[in-house]
């Protein structure tokens, strides 16, 4: 466990916090006045190894040597000029800190962190840290890397849980949810939607999918995960065969066979490692999901009709209302897809950077 003190004081100004890794969807900007809610689970921080905010420099100011040192292989609109290693936690596990009003940004629901640091040490002042609650934006509280120290506390630090562990505890993402917005003529509403850390999800796995399928069609197995990845695959590759055949794989599942290409493997959201599998199935390239998402697709939960007797009971699936689902198909995160893509060094192949090209101009806009 850790708490994070001010550099200027040492006044306390969080709570105390496991590590965890960083969420997929942190970057992410969903929809238009949605309200996202609290990025990361109370009593966790993660540490963003990159740049956040401004101050900013366009692509044609930017060395195509210094932006692959950052780890940067096409060309994006901007870079953060910023100081990496910000410590991102839930605004509720703040401590002794207070707002800058002038800070505000631009935002027109919240705090956007445009401004740069917003909240000070109630102490001395020093700004120390950047909260972000605006709508479309996940809420979470950035803490400067150059204004704060992390302080052990608690003793020895715990080991994170294993993979059967993890598994055990059966943690899933649901890939529908009620989405909530902000009060319009006739107040605060919401909809029923695919969930934002899956269209998340997928825009990382499938920038690693179109690498892995080395300009090949792909195949991913039927069900939810074709739902999710196969329109895109059929659309963006060319058509024909053969396929490159993609499985999922991971902790309590069959061993792949030789003749996989590509694994669909789970990230452990305390390490952040992706599980390594073993013997011929090492070779096939490795698909990141978080663990909720993978487990959701290994063991899906279809909510079928049960018997029952007297009054229903409420997780019991009724006929009248029909079951929500979403109004539309399946979305990757267009962000999320483009800020990966670039940082995998594949993406300086002409035709992946076709593909990213095209979704510079708008292409593709049914996929994303």
């Not at 090949?216 to 060319?238: E, K």
């Not at 079928?304 to 006929?319: F, K, M, W, Y």
Request: charged letters at 20%; proline letters at 12%.
């Amino acid at each position: 466990m850790f708490v994070f003190v001010c550099a200027g004081c040492g006044t306390e100004l969080t709570a105390p916090l496991s590590q965890v890794a960083l969420p997929v969807h942190a970057r992410q900007k969903y929809g238009n006045g949605t309200q996202l809610p609290v990025l990361m689970e109370s009593g966790t921080f993660a540490v963003d190894p990159d740049p956040w905010g401004g101050p900013w420099r366009v692509w044609d100011e930017i060395d195509p040597g210094e932006a692959q040192t950052r780890g940067i292989y096409a060309p994006v609109p901007a870079l953060s000029d910023s100081k990496p290693g910000a410590s991102v936690v839930a605004p509720g596990d703040i401590r002794g800190t207070r707002l800058i009003p002038e800070k505000r940004g631009g935002a027109c629901c919240g705090l956007d962190g445009a401004d740069g640091p917003n909240m000070a040490c109630e102490a001395c002042d020093l700004p120390v840290a950047t909260r972000i609650d605006d709508c479309s934006l996940w809420q979470a509280v950035r803490l400067s890397p150059d204004a704060v120290r992390r302080v052990p506390v608690g003793g020895t630090r715990a080991a994170p849980l294993s993979w059967a562990e993890l598994t055990a505890k059966g943690e899933r993402t649901p890939p529908f949810e009620p989405i909530a917005t902000w009060g319009g003529r006739l107040g605060p509403g919401h909809y029923w939607s695919w969930s934002p850390r899956w269209e998340a999800a997928a825009g990382q796995a499938l920038a690693h999918l179109l690498v892995a399928s080395q300009g090949q069609p792909v195949q991913v197995p039927g069900g939810l995960a074709a739902d999710v990845f196969q329109r895109a695959l059929d659309t963006l590759l060319p058509p024909g065969l053969p396929k490159r055949r993609a499985v999922l794989a991971g902790p309590g599942r069959p061993c792949p066979d030789a003749g996989v290409d590509i694994l669909l493997l789970p990230v452990h959201p305390q390490t952040g490692q992706t599980w390594t599998p073993a013997g011929a199935a090492a070779s096939a390239y490795p698909v990141p999901l978080p663990l909720g998402v993978w487990l959701w697709l290994v063991s899906p939960r279809p909510y079928l009709p049960v018997p029952a007797s007297g009054r229903i009971p409420q997780d019991v699936l009724r006929d009248d209302p029909l079951p929500l689902l979403p109004h539309c198909l399946f979305r990757a995160d267009r962000e999320t897809f483009r800020d990966t893509l670039v940082r995998l060094p594949a993406v300086r192949s002409p035709w992946l950077r076709a593909i990213l090209e095209n979704l510079t101009r708008g292409a593709a806009a049914d996929l994303f």
